[in-house]
């Protein structure tokens, strides 16, 4: 039985964590994480001399590119590693 005004039956205003909610924030958390990590590879890779001479359809090409071929070294060498 519910207590009256707390929906997790719970009158001190403590909750309980949904393990569902829990794997779903620990995969957005990695996701950013590893989002921010690519971002990072991507811009550390890039020659900045000639960022600003490309337009932007380039850049965006080049930095598809660039996050493409990282994203695929980093799941071969996850795949090395777990065989």
Not at 20 to 34: C, G, K, S
Not at 71 to 82: C, D, G, M, P
């Amino acid at each position: 039985m519910a207590i009256h005004g707390h929906p997790n039956g719970q009158a001190n205003g403590s909750r309980i964590a949904d393990p569902a909610v829990l794997v779903l924030q620990r995969a957005d958390d990695r996701f950013l994480r590893l989002k921010r990590e690519l971002h990072e590879q991507v811009i550390t890779a890039m020659d900045m001399s000639t960022i600003g001479k490309m337009t932007e359809d380039e850049l965006r090409a080049e930095v598809r590119r660039a996050a493409e071929e990282l994203t695929r070294l980093s799941t071969n060498l996850i795949l090395q590693r777990t065989m």
